[in-house]
């Protein structure tokens, strides 16, 4: 068999694989160039000082020189791994200002997906080439972990939070997604496919599926929980006025700030809402948890994202966002593929 047929590494299908994989090389490399050094140095000396008579050898009392380099190489060694890959690292977690924004929710056993736009997929994600895409990831339920190979992510999911990630893809095709957390016993089988397509291609794909956007459901969902009674945006409101407020800073009832009105903030305020009352409030909202599902709390967060100014549905407002087709009124139920 030739070299070049064993597949030592997956493919490289992103624009961060070849850092992460020069680091992995070097790492190799350097582990490999020491123990063949100290392996022959072994050998040799086993060698050289194999006993041959009864008297003692002089020993050794130390030399400076030598132990500094023994040390002072290493050292030497170990940081420019630890620098190298630090940067490697907040690259990879830093998402670019303007990637695309997509939505997945682990659950046992499978992976769901969600598009700005309103197209969801299940086990698949279609992304485009060439531009960066930026996931958030939930869970409805135990630990999971997004694992990507032919891009070099990985990310766990966590139930109870919101965590990140983001690639690039380089070519178009099919990727192996996998979960890389034990999570059950399917946990073997929630796998999955990145489709990488060429940007047009991928505008088709989202205009063919496209269906209500992520905040049109939120829309219905804040009316159809009642959110809107006392998120009602005007003065005599019970609850805070959400308009225009995602990512601004909010005060809170005990004087604490919170920095930014982010989408962790949102989460645990629907969640948990006496933990953050803000101030001014009383903390009289219920909570929604077991009402609400992680993919509902996403739709709510990009409805609250979008909601400008003088938006907020009226309270007598019927709980469907209007329609031309009533048909398209009900979310349509989840293709199974
Ligand atoms: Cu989900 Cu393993």
């Known amino acids: 068999m030739l070299m070049a047929d064993v597949a030592l590494f997956p493919e490289q299908a992103s624009t961060i694989a070849p850092s992460v994989d020069h680091i ?86 499978m992976w769901t997906v ?29 630990i999971h972990s997004f694992f990507v190979p032919d891009f070099r992510v990985k990310q766990d999911a966590v139930p109870g939070r919101y965590t990140h990630m983001w690639f690039e893809a380089t070519k178009p095709g099919r990727y192996r997604l996998y979960c890389a957390e034990y999570c059950g016993t399917e946990h073997s089988k929630m796998i999955g496919w990145i489709v990488v397509q060429d940007p047009a291609e991928h505008e088709e794909w989202l205009s063919s599926r496209a269906d209500l956007s992520m905040a049109q459901r939120g829309r219905q969902l804040f009316l159809r929980f009642q959110c809107v009674t006392c998120h009602s945006g005007d003065s005599q409101a019970k609850a805070p006025n959400l308009e225009g407020l995602y990512n601004r800073p909010v005060r809170l009832r005990d004087g604490t700030d919170v920095p930014a009105a982010n989408d962790d903030y949102f989460r645990e305020s ?33 409805f609250i994202r979008a909601l400008r100014p003088g938006e907020t549905p009226p309270r007598n407002e019927q709980s469907t966002a209007p329609q031309s087709d009533p048909k398209a009124r009900e979310p349509k139920p989840f293709q199974q593929k």
């Open 114 to 142: 969600q598009h700005r736009d309103g197209q969801r997929e299940k086990n698949e994600m279609h992304v485009p080439v060439g531009k960066p895409v930026k996931i958030t990831l939930a869970s409805e339920d135990v």
């Open 270 to 302: 629907i969640l948990n809402p006496p933990a953050k009352v803000v101030a001014g409030y009383e903390p009289i909202m219920p909570t929604y948890q077991g009402i609400v599902t992680e993919e509902e709390l996403l739709q709510l967060v990009a």
């Open 24 to 109: 992995y090389c070097f790492i190799i490399g350097t582990t490999v160039a020491v123990s063949s050094v100290v392996a022959i140095l072994v050998i040799y000396f086993a060698i050289k000082y194999r006993r041959r008579s009864e008297a003692p050898p002089k020993p050794i009392v130390g030399s400076l020189l030598l132990e500094s380099l023994w040390s002072g190489i290493p050292l030497l060694i170990v940081l420019v791994m630890f620098v190298w890959a630090a940067r490697v690292y907040f690259e990879i977690v830093t998402p670019p200002q303007d990637a695309i924004d997509v939505f997945v929710v682990g659950r046992q056993w």
